[in-house]
């Protein structure tokens, strides 16, 4: 019983504490100082270095869509609708999803990594001690470049996916370039392109702010490090998960 | 724009001259959980003096840096710092208190991804209005105070131990702080390098003005603090045994289960520890 006390106290200090976190984020946002050189940084970190693994990313899984879409539409006759499906799949789930899970996996751990380092070396007690805000020089910059970079990434991620799957639709299934190009925006609505650009702010939103407050609560020297990056991970695709589907339910709610 | 020492009301200023009550802790207490690590800690820095703590690991000498700095935060008890009571400060307002501090942590906690040049002008490039030219001015002169002018284009990965700690002084010094905080400077450094180390903090001192809080558990380099003095010679400077009431002006603290079990000067010190089995048994 007191493990389970101990349990719920330590989760309920870990939501106090990343609320808290969040709260001086927004206050830092709309007060000087900025830290502008670490804004512009870190969108260079997190947006331009993740665009390989998101480029990668989105053409396989792409073309990895429109080859198992075309072998279920053969079975009904329908192989020329295979852009539909893709383009569905693609702008309202797999691209925002694989998008912030490959962001999760790259930039949740380095953030948890890089600022769990700076705790357990007392970089960020110097910093505070030379009258720096730990918020405002490493938190913001980071929350800043996730929440405009995500979506940013998402819509490339998309966007090479369907070039993917065009590959594959004319070389592999030999449907005609313009038919597929022209399922493509058939089976599109504009609520399914509003649902892919709004739900990546919100994931980007998430997978910075864990890696920050993993990174900013760590102890333990090099080992507690250690901890900090698998927990920034496995938290950042969790939480991606679960914050995706009530963004989307949402979103269905208000839009459709 | 000459880099100046941050500007205090005059009476203030008069106050905290040579020998004022520049860091004041009146009964301050601290506990984490169950577990006591300051109990009704009391002393007082005077402007120009060093004082320095002793004791053994755990003994709560670190946190009582931490608690000049804001850091962290005591349980009850008055702090006052440079005429400031900080205690019960915000962040925020702690930043303008920190202002006229630096501190020199264990290991140096120099930032791993900056060189040694923006390491030491972290201060005043990014929270001052000091021109970047005059900065780095300040900056080589700091370097060249600590002997390492040759090394500013390098990253603290590339220095040894001893010149990360100087480099971490450097740091601490370059915004001209009244209060020099160092935190276990010479710990796991060689007999010579801890010397070097041990002969910057008498140099700011005695060349600088500057007053300082010394937590070690290196007797040797605490002594070695207390009963030396650094004057300018021919343009340079030199390190001498100092006179007995300059030694003095050096106070000892050991701190011993977060309560203070000795306060004194060095001499005072060495007559306790004949009495006292536990500062015997450190001293030896």
Same mark, same amino acid.
């Given at each position: 019983?007191?493990?389970?006390? #101990?349990?719920?106290?330590?989760?309920?200090?870990?939501?106090?504490?990343?609320?808290?976190?969040?709260?001086?984020?927004?206050?830092?946002?709309?007060?000087?100082?900025?830290?502008?050189?670490?804004?512009?940084?870190?969108?260079?970190?997190?947006?331009?270095?993740?665009?390989?693994?998101?480029l990668l990313t989105g053409m396989f899984t792409g073309m990895v869509l429109a080859l198992q879409s075309g072998?279920?539409?053969?079975?009904?006759?329908?192989?020329?609708?295979?852009?539909?499906?893709?383009?569905?799949?693609?702008?309202?789930?797999?691209?925002?999803?694989?998008?912030?899970?490959?962001?999760?996996?790259?930039?949740?751990?380095?953030?948890?990594?890089?600022?769990?380092?700076?705790?357990?070396? #007392?970089?960020?007690?110097?910093?505070?001690?030379?009258?720096?805000?730990?918020?405002?020089?490493?938190?913001?910059?980071?929350?800043?470049?996730?929440?405009?970079?995500?979506?940013?990434?998402? &819509?490339?991620?998309?966007?090479?996916?369907?070039?993917?799957?065009?590959?594959?639709?004319?070389?592999?299934?030999?449907?005609?370039?313009?038919?597929?190009?022209?399922?493509?925006?058939?089976?599109?609505?504009?609520?399914?392109?509003?649902?892919?650009?709004?739900?990546?702010?919100?994931?980007?939103?998430?997978?910075? $702010?864990?890696? &920050?407050?993993?990174?900013?609560?760590?102890?333990?020297?090099?080992?507690?490090?250690?901890?900090?990056?698998?927990?920034?991970?496995?938290?950042?695709?969790?939480?991606?998960?679960?914050?995706?589907?009530?963004? $989307?339910?949402?979103?269905?709610?208000?839009?459709? | 724009?000459?880099?100046?020492?941050?500007s205090r009301p005059t009476l203030l200023e008069e106050a905290l001259a040579f020998g004022g009550p520049i860091?004041?802790?009146?009964?301050?207490?601290?506990?984490?959980?169950?577990?006591?690590?300051?109990?009704?800690?009391?002393?007082?820095?005077?402007?120009?003096?060093?004082?320095?703590?002793?004791?053994?690991? @755990?003994?709560?000498?670190? +946190?009582?840096?931490?608690?000049?700095?804001?850091?962290?935060?005591?349980?009850?008890?008055?702090?006052?710092? !440079? @005429?400031?009571?900080?205690? *019960?400060? +915000?962040?925020?307002?702690?930043?303008?208190?920190? =202002?006229?501090?630096?501190?020199?942590?264990?290991?140096?906690?120099?930032?791993?991804?900056?060189?040694?040049?923006? !390491?030491?002008?972290?201060?005043? /490039?990014?929270?001052? *209005?000091?021109? /970047?030219?005059?900065? !780095?001015?300040?900056?080589?002169?700091?370097? =060249? /105070?600590?002997?390492?002018?040759?090394?500013?284009?390098?990253?603290?990965?590339?220095?040894?131990? =001893?010149?990360?700690?100087?480099?971490?002084?450097?740091?601490?010094?370059?915004?001209?702080?009244?209060?020099?905080?160092?935190?276990?400077?010479?710990?796991?450094?060689?007999?010579?390098?801890?010397? +070097?180390?041990?002969?910057?903090?008498?140099?700011?001192?005695?060349?600088?003005?500057?007053?300082?809080?010394?937590?070690?558990?290196?007797?040797?380099?605490?002594?070695?603090?207390?009963?030396? +003095?650094?004057?300018?010679? !021919?343009?340079?400077?030199?390190?001498?045994?100092?006179?007995?009431?300059?030694?003095?002006?050096?106070? /000892?603290?050991?701190?011993?289960? =977060?309560?203070?079990?000795?306060?004194? *000067?060095?001499?005072?010190?060495?007559?306790?520890?004949?009495?006292?089995?536990?500062?015997?048994?450190?001293?030896?």
């Open positions: 019983m007191a493990f389970l006390v #101990d349990w719920v106290k330590a989760g309920l200090l870990e939501v106090q504490e990343f609320v808290r976190m969040v709260s001086q984020t927004s206050r830092a946002l709309f007060t000087k100082p900025y830290y502008f050189r670490d804004i512009v940084e870190q969108f260079d970190r997190i947006g331009v270095g993740s665009m390989t693994v998101v072998l279920t539409l053969d079975q009904f006759g329908a192989r020329s609708m295979v852009g539909r499906l893709v383009s569905a799949s693609m702008v309202k789930e797999l691209g925002p999803v694989l998008t912030a899970l490959m962001v999760a996996g790259r930039v949740g751990s380095g953030i948890a990594a890089e600022l769990g380092s700076m705790m357990v070396t #007392d970089q960020i007690a110097a910093l505070r001690a030379l009258g720096t805000d730990p918020i405002r020089k490493l938190v913001l910059p980071r929350v800043l470049a996730g929440l405009i970079m995500v979506p940013f990434l998402t &819509c490339i991620s998309v966007a090479v996916g369907l070039l993917g799957a065009w590959l594959i639709t004319i070389t592999q299934l030999k449907v005609a370039s313009s038919v597929y190009w022209n399922s493509v925006v058939m089976g599109l609505y504009i609520q399914d392109v509003w649902m892919g650009i709004i739900k990546p702010f919100f994931l980007g939103f998430v997978i910075v $702010t864990i890696g &920050c407050h993993v990174g900013l609560r760590t102890r333990g020297g090099t080992q507690g490090v250690g901890r900090s990056t698998t927990n920034a991970v496995v938290a950042g695709s969790v939480a991606v998960l679960v914050v995706n589907f009530l963004v $989307t339910k949402l979103l269905i709610v208000l839009m459709y | 724009m000459v880099i100046e020492r941050a860091v004041v802790f009146d009964r301050v207490s601290l506990s984490f959980d169950d577990k006591v690590i300051l109990r009704d800690i009391s002393f007082t820095l005077k402007t120009g003096h060093t004082k320095i703590f002793l004791g053994a690991s @755990g003994a709560g000498k670190s +946190t009582i840096l931490r608690l000049i700095l804001g850091l962290l935060k005591a349980d009850s008890g008055v702090i006052f710092v !440079n @005429g400031e009571r900080v205690d *019960n400060m +915000t962040e925020d307002q702690m930043m303008q208190v920190r =202002g006229d501090l630096g501190m020199v942590f264990q290991e140096g906690a120099l930032f791993d991804s900056l060189s040694v040049r923006e !390491n030491v002008g972290y201060k005043l /490039f990014e929270e001052s *209005n000091v021109p /970047f030219d005059q900065a !780095n001015v300040r900056v080589e002169e700091v370097l =060249g /105070f600590v002997g390492l002018a040759e090394y500013i284009d390098r990253k603290p990965s590339e220095l040894s131990g =001893g010149q990360r700690r100087r480099v971490a002084i450097a740091r601490a010094m370059a915004a001209k702080p009244r209060i020099l905080l160092y935190d276990e400077p010479t710990t796991g450094l060689d007999p010579i390098t801890s010397v +070097t180390i041990d002969d910057e903090i008498i140099k700011l001192r005695d060349l600088e003005g500057v007053s300082s809080i010394v937590v070690t558990h290196q007797l040797r380099d605490a002594f070695y603090v207390a009963e030396h +003095t650094a004057s300018r010679v !021919n343009g340079g400077h030199r390190i001498d045994r100092a006179s007995v009431e300059k030694s003095d002006e050096a106070e /000892f603290i050991m701190l011993k289960d =977060g309560s203070i079990s000795f306060e004194g *000067n060095a001499s005072e010190l060495r007559t306790t520890s004949q009495r006292d089995p536990y500062i015997s048994a450190f001293l030896s």
